[in-house]
C-alpha cells in the first residue's frame, strides 16, 4: 500500500463535539446581521451539539414530543404570527412549555419583535434570543452550512498546497523530497500558496474537501538551508489565499526503476481523504526534470478533463478509429501533412 | 510502534529553540516520528508542524514512533521532554 494511504489509514479525523452560543453568536453577528436582545453575557455559555436547525412550530402549539429543543430554534413570520394570534392566558401558557425546555438559543428572522412576555422569559431562562432581518430559509440555509462546516471531519495532512490556474493541488512526499521548493518555484510564477507543510483539511458537503493552514503558522515556510521565510512579506497579496478546495493529490517520489508509472493516463488512479475519493498523481523526480511545470500541466489536464476534454481517452479514440479505417485499407502509417508546400512551415 | 504521552513542563512551552531542537534530534533517526495534540497528528520532523502545536506548559502530548530505530529515537526524544527541554 502507498505510504499516504497507509499514513491516512492511521490518522483519526477530529470533530468538534460542540461549540459554545458566544462563539456562534460572535461567528455569525456580521455574517448573517444578528443582533443580541436579552440581557448581558445572559446563556452565552450554553452548547450547541447539533448541526441541524429547528422550527418549533408544533412545539409552540403545544405539541413537545420528540421536540429536538437542544437545536438553534429558529423562529419566523409563521411561528411569531401564530404567537401574536394566540389568546393571552394561551400564549403565556404556550411560552411557558417552550421556554421550559434547555434551548441553547433562538433566532428570529425577518426582524420579528418578540413580545415583552416572550424576552422576559427568556431573560429568566437564560436563553439568548437574536435577531436578524434575513428571511428565514436564506438564513437556515447560512445557518446550516455554517454548523455543518463547524462539526465537519478535519484532519491535519503534511504536504504543500498551492492554487495553481485555479485548482487546489496537494504536494505530498517524504521530508526533504522538496514541496516546499516547488510551491516556492510556482508561487514565483504567479501561482498562490494556501499552505505550506502543514494543511488543515476540512470536509465541506459530500465530496469536497477544503484545506487552510494553520491560524498560527498561515503562510510561513521553511526551506532547507534557508531558515523560515514568509511567502506573504516576500512575495505580497498576489502569492497567497487562505483556503482553497483540494481537487488533486500529486506524490513527489524518487523514481523507482521497478515501478510502472501511468504512460497514457487512462488508469486514473486515486485516494480517499474524509470520504472523498481524489485523483491521485505518482510523480516521479529525478534531476533536471521541471516539476513545476509539470504541476502546471497537471491542473491545466485538469481542467481540461473538468469540462469535458480527456486527452488520453481523445488519443486512444483516435487511435480505434485509425486501426478501424486501415482494416479497410484506408490508412497507412505517414505524415500528418500529405503536400509539403515551399514555405517549410 | 511505540507510543509514549509525554507533558510539557518547561515555563516557556515549545518555543522556537526546543522545537528546533526536536526536529534536529528526530531528523538523525529512520524511524517516523509524529506528535498528537488535540487529535491532530502532525509530523515531529517538521519544524513548521512541530511549531504549529503552540504547546504551552502543562500540555499534553502523545508521541509516536515507527521504524527501525525506534527505541532509541524514543528514548532520547522523551528524555528531552523529561527534562523540560533543558529549561526552568
Known amino acids: 500500500m502507498h505510504k499516504l494511504k497507509k499514513i491516512l489509514k492511521s490518522i483519526k479525523e477530529v470533530k468538534k463535539e460542540s461549540i459554545t452560543v458566544d462563539f456562534f453568536y460572535n461567528a455569525a453577528k456580521e455574517r448573517f446581521k444578528l443582533t443580541k436582545l436579552t440581557e448581558g453575557n445572559n446563556g452565552l455559555e450554553r452548547i450547541i451539539r447539533d448541526k441541524h436547525i429547528h422550527r418549533p412550530g408544533l412545539a409552540l402549539a403545544g405539541y413537545t414530543g420528540l421536540f429536538t429543543y437542544d437545536r438553534i430554534q429558529i423562529l419566523g413570520n409563521t411561528e411569531m404570527r401564530y404567537l401574536r394570534q394566540l389568546p393571552a392566558s394561551k400564549r403565556t401558557q404556550s411560552l411557558k412549555k417552550f421556554f421550559s425546555f434547555e434551548i441553547p438559543c433562538i433566532c428570529l428572522t425577518f426582524n420579528n419583535k418578540p413580545s415583552e412576555e416572550f424576552l422576559e422569559l427568556a431573560n429568566k431562562r437564560n436563553i439568548p434570543v437574536f435577531i436578524t432581518p434575513l428571511e428565514t430559509t436564506k438564513f437556515a440555509y447560512f445557518i446550516n452550512d455554517f454548523l455543518d462546516d463547524q462539526f465537519s471531519a478535519q484532519i491535519a495532512l503534511h504536504g504543500s498546497f498551492v492554487d495553481v490556474y485555479g485548482v487546489g493541488l496537494f504536494f505530498h512526499g517524504r521530508s526533504g523530497i522538496g514541496k516546499s521548493e516547488i510551491a516556492l518555484d510556482l508561487v514565483e510564477r504567479g501561482h498562490r500558496l494556501v499552505a505550506d507543510d502543514l494543511v488543515m483539511v476540512s470536509k465541506k458537503a459530500d465530496g469536497i474537501l477544503m484545506g487552510t493552514g494553520t491560524d498560527l503558522v498561515k503562510h510561513f515556510m521553511e526551506i532547507r538551508g534557508l531558515g523560515i521565510i514568509d511567502v506573504r512579506s516576500v512575495f505580497g497579496i498576489r502569492a497567497i489565499r487562505f483556503q482553497k478546495r483540494v481537487e488533486v493529490i500529486v506524490n513527489l517520489e524518487e523514481w523507482d526503476s521497478r515501478r510502472h508509472y501511468t504512460r497514457t493516463g487512462l488508469d486514473n488512479e486515486t485516494i480517499e481523504i474524509l470520504g472523498v475519493e481524489l485523483p491521485f498523481i505518482r510523480l516521479p523526480i529525478f534531476p533536471g526534470k521541471n516539476i513545476t511545470v509539470i504541476s502546471e500541466i497537471i491542473a491545466l489536464n485538469y481542467l481540461s478533463k473538468h469540462y469535458g476534454f480527456d486527452p488520453a481517452k481523445a488519443l486512444s479514440d483516435k487511435l480505434d478509429q485509425a486501426i478501424k479505417n486501415k482494416s479497410k485499407g484506408k490508412l497507412q502509417v505517414g505524415r500528418s501533412v500529405d503536400y509539403l508546400e515551399h514555405d517549410f512551415e | ?88
Do not use: C, W
Open chain 2, 1 to 88: 510502534m511505540i507510543e509514549k504521552k509525554v507533558r510539557i513542563i518547561n515555563k516557556a512551552g515549545m518555543h522556537t529553540r526546543p522545537a528546533s531542537q526536536l526536529v534536529k534530534i528526530a531528523a538523525k533517526y529512520k524511524a517516523d516520528f509524529y506528535i498528537i495534540k488535540d487529535g491532530f497528528q502532525i509530523n515531529g520532523k517538521s519544524i513548521i508542524g512541530v511549531m504549529s502545536l503552540a504547546a504551552e506548559e502543562g500540555s499534553e502530548l502523545t508521541l509516536k514512533f515507527d521504524g527501525p530505530d525506534e527505541k532509541s529515537a524514543a528514548s532520547e526524544i522523551i528524555k528531552f521532554f523529561e527534562e523540560g527541554f533543558g529549561e526552568p
